[in-house]
């Protein structure tokens, strides 16, 4: 099973009036929106019956999505709402919106977790959600989601995406924080969570998610990603506890201004714990007594071997076994060839390496090679199902492929 782009998933966004991406011309916007508003009732009836004619049937619920953009140009301009009919403040609406492909250059760098809703299954099956890497116009990656279920053979089946995808709606916004949910008809396979603000703005990239165990006794996903501003980058939380609401955060501190964080699945020794790549070459080891905030680290692993000479960096969260915590991860060689590889640490001092492959077990071959970015194999996060790993990974930075490999053999190949 591959996943690929596919330019045909589209959703409706905000379409803003710019000069030369400097932000909104507001002149510009209120110039059209007095345009519009001089035209005759009927004008505006014909006008958007031919919007409704091309896209309702492309879109969920698209006449409340105008109504919702024309509420925001009629705060932004101050306008007298009660003078103008409801056809003259929809086709406002449509002509601030456009149609968005997210996916259509490609889908990459997938994560997987435990699915929330374990009920239902066969003896041996688990329910999993997968976040996505999509990657649209302007190259704006966003995250979605894909549902399924592995059964008992190792076999997987993806639920079917909905027909229409909708894009997770903004909620409160404080200085620290953006809050977005999915409409309470919208499915999670079918939500797509898009840059929210400035720091964002050209991309949610990789992300890590995990399932994390509170002390409380409660579970909450927390997900761990790059945002892109065209410019600078940092790092981020994603949080939810069902998958309806997520709260988007910065993470603070000096560690928050690189990529490819990965936080482990519970406190140790009374810390929250993450992996990451302070310094674009090495894997370092972070402990914190706050989850959004993150300093320092100490020197975890340094490329040893010729398939990881460049660079090494994590593949998600490290996964609990029996024997201590299994860390994926990524290494870069000779022609900038990405493989995949893993280490061990000690379950209770995960500063101890207790081991690591000495070969990938995972890189590119074949067709796989080809894409984008030919030659890269990458993940985000695999789970452990029974005495497997389930392991997502993209090829080539343009579809997302699957592999699932025994424990016993990857533990066997360490050294």
């Not at 116009?137 to 089946?157: D, K, M, P, V, Y």
């Not at 964002?200 to 509170?214: I, K, P, T, W, Y």
């Not at 560690?255 to 993450?274: D, E, S, T, V």
Request: some cysteine.
């Amino acid at each position: 099973m591959r996943l690929h782009a596919d330019p045909s998933r589209v959703v409706v966004r905000p379409f803003y009036l710019a000069w030369q991406s400097s932000g909104p011309d507001i002149e510009r916007v209120r110039n059209l929106v007095n345009q519009i508003i001089r035209l005759d009732l009927r004008t505006v009836r014909s006008e958007m019956s031919i919007v409704l004619h091309d896209f309702a049937d492309r879109h969920w619920q698209i006449e409340r999505v105008f109504d919702e953009r024309y509420k925001q140009i009629e705060t932004a301009l101050k306008l007298d709402g009660s003078k103008l009919r409801r056809p003259t403040k929809r086709l406002i609406g449509a002509y601030f919106c456009h149609e968005y492909s997210y996916a259509a250059a490609a889908l990459m760098n997938p994560s997987v977790v435990r699915h929330p809703d374990q009920s239902g299954l066969q003896p041996g099956s688990t329910r999993i959600l997968l976040s996505l890497r999509a990657v649209g116009e302007g190259h704006i990656s966003t995250i979605a989601f894909r549902e399924g279920i592995i059964s008992a053979g190792r076999q997987l089946s993806l639920l079917h995406q909905p027909a229409f995808a909708t894009a997770a709606m903004l909620g409160k916004t404080t200085a620290d924080s953006v809050a977005v949910y999915r409409h309470p008809d919208s499915s999670l396979s079918g939500t797509v969570i898009f840059p929210m603000t400035e720091a964002q703005r050209n991309g949610l990239e990789d992300l890590r998610l995990v399932e994390f165990a509170c002390d409380n006794g409660n579970t909450e996903w927390i997900g761990t990603y790059t945002a892109y501003s065209g410019r600078d980058i940092r790092s981020e939380l994603l949080r939810t506890s069902d998958f309806h609401d997520f709260t988007l955060t910065p993470i603070k501190g000096g560690a928050g201004r690189n990529k490819g964080m990965a936080l482990f699945p519970r406190k140790i020794g009374g810390q929250y714990l993450m992996i990451g790549r302070q310094d674009g070459m090495n894997l370092y080891l972070l402990r914190s007594d706050k989850l959004d905030e993150w300093e320092g680290g100490e020197l975890l692993l340094e490329p040893k071997y010729p398939w990881e000479l460049i660079q090494i960096g994590n593949c998600g969260a490290p996964i609990e076994l029996d024997e201590g915590w299994l860390v994926l991860t990524h290494g870069v060689g000779a022609m900038r060839k990405y493989s995949i590889g893993a280490a061990l640490l000690d379950k209770d001092d995960p500063a101890k390496v207790l081991g690591r492959t000495t070969s990938p077990i995972l890189s590119a071959a074949d067709e796989d090679r080809e894409g984008y970015v030919p030659n890269v194999v990458y993940t985000c996060g695999a789970i452990r199902t029974g005495d497997d790993l389930f392991l997502p990974y993209g090829v080539a930075d343009s579809s997302v492929c699957f592999a699932i490999v025994a424990i016993k053999d990857v533990l066997a190949q360490m050294a």
